[in-house]
Nanobody, 124 residues
Framework: HVQLVESGGGSVQAGGSLRLSCVAS????????LGWFRQAPGEEREFVGG????????EYHDSVKGRFTISKDNAKNAGYLQMNSLKPEDAAVYFC?????????????????WGQGTQVTVSS
């Protein structure tokens, strides 16, 4: 069983930055594929980006490319989502999630364990 604890959400003005953290326990993140998702009110949970377990390659949703950066620190067993140039449409609850397989799926149902979510608010 894996537990994920997220932190770092908050309120910023458009153009600002936030860094979200996702600390794992119960298993090494190096053995898991890590995904970041977000869900705005009334919307479906959507893929933001993630890190493949085996290659460490990173993928992003087109809407955040060039603004968001995902990283992972295996020594700290933590993943990070650096969000720059935030826009009001980025406002959502952000989740980290992991799955046992090697494929970086973009669908939430493929992930086995989830964090509790952290709120990101962006004002215009």
């Amino acid at each position: 069983h894996v537990q994920l604890v997220e932190s770092g959400g908050g309120s910023v003005q458009a153009g600002g930055s936030l860094r979200l953290s996702c600390v794992a326990s119960g298993r090494s993140l190096s053995t898991l594929t890590l995904g970041w998702f977000r869900q705005a009110p009334g919307e479906e949970r959507e893929f933001v980006g993630g890190v493949k377990r085996t290659t460490g390659s990173i993928e992003y949703h087109d809407s955040v490319k060039g603004r968001f950066t995902i990283s992972k620190d295996n020594a700290k067993n933590a993943g990070y989502l650096q969000m720059n140039s935030l826009k009001p449409e980025d406002a959502a609850v952000y989740f980290c999630a992991v799955r046992n397989g090697t494929i970086l799926f973009r669908t939430p149902m493929q992930y086995n364990f989830w964090g509790q979510g952290t709120q990101v608010t962006v004002s215009s």
